[in-house]
């Protein structure tokens, strides 16, 4: 079974600071893919960065960046130079090899000026 | 352009009545999925859908059934059997390569339904 866990319900972060937000998961898939999605007050899902489950290297977009632990089935992400707009609910997920994609509970970002 | 409609953005439904919210995509994705949005309870899936006339049930799919008659679209109805109906609906899809999901989902805006 595939399961998603997001144990920080709120975080808040200081305008140009760094934050993480944390994600859990755990799949029997032996090829499986982790994202991030981004959903502002307008409610559309926006993708933030991806991660494939057989590359060790940690996928980087400009200030989003992903510490990927497989072993742990950690995958957190960490938002540098933290800006106003960053303010939303962020998703972790995970699919793969069952095709479907299932997702954590949501982190709150709030961004403090 | 390209994308994928839910419609419509807004729905009432009185209790006791079945309602269809529409899902449709040019994109050309194998996968679709519906997904209910609650407060403080994130994304949990209701049905996918990987291929034309083949869907698979999620983790709360009771009260809802889906179709897939085309792979453009995938409509869910929400039955007189779903007892708390009142939630954020999103649909998704995505293309299957390989016979995994490996590449981001493309999501609708959405559709608030309320039952009064």
């Known amino acids: 079974a595939q399961t998603v866990t997001q144990s920080q319900p709120e975080m808040s972060v200081q305008e140009a600071e760094t934050v993480t937000l944390s994600c859990t998961y755990d799949?029997?898939?032996?090829?499986?893919?982790l994202f991030w999605y981004k959903q502002p007050p307008s409610r559309q899902m926006i993708l933030v960065i991806r991660?494939?489950?057989?590359?060790?290297q940690n996928a980087t977009e400009n200030r989003f960046s992903v510490n990927f632990q497989k072993a742990a089935k950690s995958f957190s992400l960490k938002i540098s130079d933290s800006q106003l707009g960053d303010a939303a609910m962020y998703f972790c997920a995970e699919g793969g090899g069952a095709q479907k994609l299932v997702f954590g509970q949501g982190t709150r970002l709030t961004i403090n000026p | 352009d390209g994308g994928i409609t839910q419609s419509p953005k807004y729905l009432f439904r009185k209790e006791g009545q079945n309602v269809t919210l529409s899902c449709e995509q040019n994109l050309n994705h194998d996968a679709m999925y519906w997904y209910r949005q609650d407060p403080g309870q994130g994304l949990r899936l209701i049905y996918y859908s990987q291929i034309v006339n083949d869907f698979q049930k999620g983790d709360i799919a009771e009260g809802y059934s889906v179709s897939r008659e085309k792979k453009e679209s995938f409509p869910l109805t929400v039955t007189s059997a779903q007892k708390n109906p009142t939630a954020f609906y999103l649909c998704a899809s995505s293309t299957i390569t390989g016979g995994e999901l490996n590449t981001e989902a493309f999501f609708g805006q959405g559709t608030r339904l309320t039952v009064v």
């Open positions: 799949t029997s898939e032996s090829d499986y893919y």
């Open positions: 991660q494939e489950a057989y590359k060790q």
